[in-house]
């Protein structure tokens, strides 16, 4: 049996495992990052606090408590701490078979060690290795904190359930591994961005265009398909109404023409000057950090709008946050006082405004979420949404009594205080963990409806009956005293 991920451990943390830090913090996995230079330490944890800010933006969902990141230079150290590890130094077969040999010794044998080589193939990464059963590819694409794909590669000696394992643990952080089914070099992606990469050398030096005219003809096409299909489905679509038979037959024939070559051509150094004055001529002054913002930032709004669409990159979101509000409901449902649902929060850094307090569209965000833990605890969940009723917000009232700062930990109690057919009266009481202090309350009206129709609908009895419960175990608590307050001035 592999173990759970609590700490995740580091070898190398270049620009790859500053991406695996980032990511793994996020999603509440503790970090423990090794390198052999000391002033890494330093750049890993800038590496961190850059990746944030995309990060906290990608999803609302409700996070668990980030990890916490600490760093040594010693590597049998970090190997004793870790329950996954993940190898991220230079791409050198001979430096990493030494140091993947060296770290297995400290490593628990149910300790799975990944490593993050673009090309190199597992079954010689694990040839020195303690325990080489538990050792496999898992290929990551940079930025690692926003691109959800990871290749799993296995070699001679990898036991399934370490593969299984790796699957497990990165898809608890938000990503989609995909199963290679046999180690060739470059596994899968980087051939193919391979093959793009020679072609485009092969233009460049030919002279027959720039870097930047060659990225226009990815970017305003083909890259704006990609990401949602790939070539094949594309192709598929391309072939008319018999699809890639088709397309086959009337493009096939050209694959034999010599439109493209396989050899890359010489890294001259007028080509190796070409590339580099293209690619500054199309950074146009920015530096590298502020082009790196840009990519993370359409990064996000690509993945946010795919979800929409429940395709590719979106839909590895959604599932990651269907998981997130399931588990906060699950969370809730055992902390459950006098009756009440709780729900515990804290003031995520990005929730702050200039006062430095949590700002008020956050009050909302936050009894949604408790609301959305209360619903789905009496059975209004993906399944029920999905025979076409849900519960719609009707009317809201939000009072605030105190503050809250970033990082505070919170809880929210909550009550049902009415329920008929088609409505729901819920009250949120938001507190602070360190002093009980009440910070705001929220009054919301739901209306059950049939979503298909657009129409007020009777709920489910089963929904109706856990809610009378819910209402009847909490009938003994004085009425708060917010309840149907409205916004007015004394004597206007
Ligand atoms: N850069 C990419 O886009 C990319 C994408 C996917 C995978 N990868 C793979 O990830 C790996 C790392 O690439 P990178 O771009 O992060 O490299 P990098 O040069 O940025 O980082 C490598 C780090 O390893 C450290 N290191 C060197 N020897 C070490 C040792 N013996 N023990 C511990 N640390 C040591 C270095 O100090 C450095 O911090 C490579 O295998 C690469 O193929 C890279």
Redesign the pocket.
């Known amino acids: 049996m592999m173990r759970q991920v609590k700490t995740l451990g580091l070898?190398?943390?270049?620009?790859?495992?500053g991406g695996w830090a980032a990511r793994a913090l996020h999603f509440g996995i503790d970090v423990v990052a090794?390198?052999?230079?000391p002033e890494?330490e330093a750049w890993i944890r800038g590496a961190v606090r850059n990746a944030e800010g995309a990060l906290a933006r990608l999803t609302f969902a409700p996070l668990p408590r980030k990890g916490t990141l600490s760093f040594t230079t010693d590597?049998a150290a970090m190997a004793r701490q870790a329950d996954f590890i993940q190898e991220?130094?230079?791409?050198q077969l001979e430096?990493?078979q030494r140091?993947l040999a060296d770290v297995s010794q400290h490593a628990a044998p149910d300790v799975v060690i990944a490593?993050?080589?673009?090309?190199?193939m597992p079954s010689d990464l694990q040839r020195d290795m303690r325990a080489p059963e538990r050792l496999l590819v898992g290929?990551?694409?940079?930025p690692v904190y926003l691109l959800p794909l990871v290749e799993l590669v296995g070699g001679s000696k990898t036991s399934e359930e370490a593969l299984a394992a790796a699957g497990h643990f990165y898809t608890a952080i938000g990503m989609h591994p995909l199963r290679v089914r046999r180690e060739i070099p470059g596994h899968l992606t980087d051939r193919l961005q391979e093959a793009l990469w020679r072609e485009i050398l092969h233009l460049v030096n030919d002279g027959i265009a720039s870097t930047g005219e060659l990225d226009a003809s990815i970017i305003y096409g083909p890259g704006l398909r990609w990401a949602g299909m790939g070539t094949n489905l594309i192709y598929h679509l391309a072939g008319g109404e018999t699809g890639m038979r088709h397309m086959l037959r009337q493009f096939g024939p050209c694959l034999k023409w010599p439109w493209t070559k396989l050899e890359a051509p010489e890294l001259t150094e007028e080509l190796i000057d070409r590339m580099v004055e293209g690619t500054q001529a199309q950074a146009g002054g920015r530096s590298i950090r502020e082009l790196e913002r840009l990519r993370d930032d359409y990064l996000v709004a690509i993945q946010q709008v795919l979800r929409q669409f429940n395709i590719g990159a979106g839909a590895t979101l959604r599932t990651v946050e269907e998981r997130l509000y399931a588990e906060n409901a699950a969370g809730a449902e055992d902390a459950s006082v006098g009756g009440r649902q709780r729900m515990e929060t804290h003031v995520r850094p990005e929730w702050v405004d200039y006062n430095g307090h949590m700002t008020d569209s956050r009050y909302l965000q936050v009894f949604g979420d408790a609301t959305d833990v209360l619903f789905r605890s009496v059975g209004v969940d993906d399944a029920y949404r999905a025979s076409g009723r849900a519960m719609y917000t009707v009317e809201s009232h939000v009072t605030h009594g105190a503050e809250a700062k970033a990082l505070e930990p919170l809880y929210v109690l909550t009550r049902v205080l009415g329920v008929d057919d088609k409505r729901v009266h819920l009250f949120h009481a938001l507190h602070r963990r360190r002093d009980q202090v009440l910070v705001a309350t929220g009054e919301q009206m739901y209306l059950h409806v049939d979503s298909r129709a657009g129409k007020a609908a009777v709920m489910a009895a089963a929904v109706r009956d856990k809610l009378d419960r819910l209402r009847a175990t909490q009938a003994s608590l004085a009425p708060p005293k917010q309840v149907g307050r409205h916004v007015a001035m004394s004597g206007s």
């Open positions: 070898l190398g943390t270049g620009v790859i495992g090794a390198d052999v230079k890494m590597l991220n130094i230079p791409e430096l990493k140091v490593s993050s080589t673009s090309g190199l290929h990551p694409f940079n």
